[in-house]
C-alpha cells in the first residue's frame, strides 16, 4: 500500500497543470462609448423611492462595465410620484468601452475584456430578491438597448418578492488597468 503522501505531489502538479490550462481573458483596445437612455418602468409591484432606483440603477450599470462617471435622474418616482409612482422613469447617461477593430485601433482609450456578469439578489448589493419585476423590466428595457448579450434569465416573481437571475456578457475595462486608473496618484514622503 503507497503511502498518502506520494499521491499528494501528483494530485498538486494536475491542478497546477488544469489551472494553467484555462484559457485567459482576451484583451482587446476599445474606447468610451456614450449612451443616453430614458427607461420607462411600468405597474412594478412595489414604489421605490429616487434615492432606491438612482443606487439601483448605478450598480447595475458599474456591473455592465459602465465608467463611474454617469448621469442617473429618476422621475415619478417614490410617494411624491403620485399615481406614477409605480411606474417611474430613469434617465441614464454613460459610457461602456466599445471594442475597437483595424485602423481604427488607433483611437484606443482602455484595454478590455468579455466576461461574464450576472444579477440576483444581493449581486449588486443593491439588488433584493422584492426587485424581481424591476430586474426583469430592465432585462427587456435597458439590456436590448446596449452591447450585451444576455445568456441567462431566470425570473420567478411573486407577490412576496421572489428570485432573479439575469447573466449576460459585456466587455469591460480590463481589471488591471480600471484599479490602476482609480488609484490615487502616490504622494512622495519627506
Same mark, same amino acid.
Given at each position: 500500500?503507497?503511502? !498518502?503522501?506520494? !499521491? ?30 430614458? !427607461? ?100 427587456? !428595457? ?49
Amino acid at each position: 500500500m503507497r503511502p !498518502v503522501r506520494s !499521491v499528494l505531489p501528483c494530485l498538486a502538479l494536475l491542478l497546477t497543470a488544469a489551472a494553467g490550462a484555462a484559457t485567459p481573458a482576451v484583451t482587446v483596445p476599445a474606447e468610451w462609448r456614450s449612451f443616453d437612455i430614458i !427607461v420607462t418602468l411600468q405597474a412594478l409591484p412595489a414604489t421605490y423611492s429616487c434615492d432606491d432606483l438612482w443606487y439601483k440603477f448605478r450598480d447595475v450599470l458599474l456591473t455592465l462595465g459602465a465608467r463611474a462617471y454617469m448621469t442617473v435622474t429618476p422621475y415619478h418616482c417614490g410617494a411624491s410620484g403620485g399615481s406614477q409612482g409605480r411606474s417611474p422613469s430613469v434617465h441614464v447617461q454613460f459610457q461602456l468601452p466599445q471594442p475597437l477593430h483595424g485602423d481604427a485601433t488607433r483611437y484606443e482609450q482602455i484595454s478590455a475584456v468579455t466576461r461574464t456578469i450576472r444579477l440576483k439578489p444581493g449581486t449588486p448589493p443593491t439588488l433584493k430578491a422584492g426587485d424581481c419585476e424591476l430586474v426583469r423590466q430592465l432585462r427587456s !428595457v435597458l439590456f436590448d438597448a446596449l452591447p450585451v448579450r444576455v445568456t441567462t434569465t431566470d425570473f420567478s416573481c411573486q407577490a412576496d418578492g421572489g428570485s432573479f437571475v439575469l447573466a449576460a456578457e459585456a466587455v469591460v475595462e480590463q481589471p488591471e488597468q480600471a484599479a490602476t486608473a482609480s488609484a490615487p496618484p502616490a504622494t512622495p514622503h519627506p
